[in-house]
């Protein structure tokens, strides 16, 4: 498995901070890099909650099932999905920190389905590619909670 974190904090207390990371319905407004969110079960964001979200990656719309798969309101959340036989899991967790809220991303891949260092040789470009891609959507999401 190969394991990456980024955190940022936000000066928006948790529950303000929280409310806007879990409003899938109005991501591609909040986050530049996601071009379009189709919510496929209505009703409040909760475990279960699953959506289609398009987003730009490397220049090309790459599409994905999003389905949370744990949550704990204003405190954490994980999201998975499935790429190319890899199950992707995306924990979001929220502390309060000072006088805002620490957010932190925590993006797993299990390659418990592929050959054993499989992806090693790639290990170093996913990492600094998804640290890139978390540290942007967070400071999407960071600028807007703070105008």
Known sequence: MATVTVSNQVAAPVSKVFQLFTDIEHGAAHVSSIKKIEVLTPGPFELGTRWLETREVLGLADSAEMEVTAFDSDRAYTITHHKAGIRIDTKFSFEPSGDGTK???????????????????????????VRDVIGHDLSDLKTFLEQ
Do not use: C, Q, R, Y
């Not at 957010?103 to 600094?128: H, K, Q, R, Y």
């Open 103 to 129: 957010v932190s991303v925590e993006f797993e891949l299990d390659t418990a389905g592929l050959p054993p260092g499989f992806l090693m040789p790639l290990n170093w470009a996913i990492a600094g590619k």
